[in-house]
């Protein structure tokens, strides 16, 4: 895991915990054109720590933080260099857009010195199955292998995918997760043209405010999640330690809106319903919802209305928080940065803070743990994940019990 607020899964977790924003000025390029300045970037990331110079040069930011987190999770599954079998071992990785700041930078080169000098490596640069590709052939993995392409849902998806293909019984293990570096000028001009981003230039780090009734928009965010999914008996098999366990996988579709959720929530529901029905997993088992909670007017109160069709008087006693509020939204990776946010919770029993809540707004009035770290055991985690275009999925994990 390399988020905004660490390059590992050991120091996101800490600094999760402890309430530290990751938002801060743009320091990648110049964004004094821009009406928002500030965004949550990953901070002192070398690529070289997990590849050559030759491939660093070549790989986009978003390819360069997938290996490195692919690298992080195969490591500490202890597979690293051998896979008990190549031809059923896969990689799903999701990506919202996958090479934006090649894409952009090829652009500029096409418009301005002609086409003659785009790169050739510009277009599996850019495209955003190539941190598929390339992770599979760093491990020579031959199995199932694909990205998943859903907005924000997209590394939600990417896990979900790889539960379901090995449930199918056309892999026995898969790398999953996702991977974004979308913090450029070009995107940043896009959402904020859409008001979809804070302007809180002048305090970055009070600006992803989820269910305070201040919010005024989402945080763009760079990172990247990895996780090794196997069967229990390929696990058990090789001797894995086995860190937790996907209890369900529910997807839907909003039909509603480009980019607006329906306003009661009614996609994310049916997302949750399902996730839960997929193993007859009850209700009042789960203990923390980590939400997609972006800090947008909308999106913000809808997923509360959700959550409360769900759970009936039992939403009372869930904690309901988003990490955004310290990551800033990750696109096409939040899905995986929060699975994994929920597997911790899951099995440490500590639920990170939902920061810079200090005037809660009405319509979101689910306990949130609010700017403070709650410790509780967690039975059952979710993790919900919504997309423009009307997306939604959610994953349950626990601990895992023999």
């Known amino acids: 895991m390399l988020t905004p607020v660490g390059l590992s899964t050991e120091e996101s977790w800490s600094n999760l915990l402890a309430g530290k924003s990751g938002a801060a000025p743009i320091t990648k390029f110049d964004p004094s054109p821009l009406q928002v300045r ?4 990953v901070k002192g990331f070398d690529p070289l720590q997990y590849m050559d110079r030759k491939e660093a040069r070549r790989y986009d930011l978003f390819l360069q933080l997938a290996l490195a987190a692919a690298h992080q999770a195969v490591t500490q599954a202890g597979l690293e260099g051998k896979f008990p079998d190549p031809l059923r071992s896969g990689v799903i990785i999701g990506s919202g857009i996958g090479g934006m700041m090649t894409f952009e930078e090829q652009c500029l080169t096409y418009l301005q010195k002609g086409p003659d000098r785009v790169s050739p490596f510009f277009v599996p640069m850019f495209i955003p199955d190539i941190a ?42 898969i790398v999953a997760g996702g991977s974004e570096a979308a913090i450029t000028g070009l995107a940043i001009a896009g959402f904020q043209n859409m008001k979809a981003l804070s302007t809180r230039n002048d305090a970055p780090e009070l600006a992803s405010r989820p269910f305070d009734r201040g919010r005024d928009g989402f945080v763009l965010g760079d990172g990247s999640a990895m996780v090794v999914l196997e069967s229990l008996d390929h696990a058990v098999k090789r001797g894995a330690t086995i860190i937790g366990e996907v209890l369900g996988y529910g997807l839907s579709g909003d039909a509603h809106h480009m980019t607006a959720p329906s306003p009661d929530g009614e996609g994310a529901r ?11 997993v009850d209700p009042a088992r789960v203990g923390y919802v980590n939400a997609h909670g972006t800090s947008t007017p909308l999106g913000d109160v809808a997923e509360t209305s959700a959550v409360k069709q ?9 904690i309901f928080g988003s990490s955004k509020s310290m990551t800033g939204h990750l696109l096409g990776a939040a899905g ?20 810079n809540q200090t005037d809660a707004d009405p319509d979101c009035d ?15 985690a979710l993790s919900n994940s919504f997309g423009f275009g009307g997306h939604n999925v959610t994953l349950a994990v626990s601990a895992y019990r023999e």
Do not use: W
Request: glycine share 8%; charged share 15%; with cysteine.
């Open 38 to 41: 500030f965004a949550c970037e």
């Open 132 to 173: 598929a590709g390339i992770v599979s052939i760093r491990y020579g993995l031959k199995g199932p292998n694909f990205a998943t392409v859903s907005a924000c849902a997209s590394s939600a998806h990417a896990i979900g995918e790889a539960y379901d293909q090995i449930r199918l019984g056309r892999a026995d293990c």
């Open 310 to 318: 769900v759970f009936g008087d039992h939403a009372r006693n869930l």
């Open 336 to 355: 995986a940065v929060e699975f994994g946010v929920a597997l911790l919770a899951a099995t440490t029993g500590q639920i990170p803070p939902t920061i």
């Open 366 to 380: 689910l306990f949130s743990a609010p700017n403070q770290m709650v410790e509780r055991p967690i039975d059952v």
């Open 270 to 280: 049916r997302a949750m319903q399902l996730c839960l029905a997929d193993n007859a």
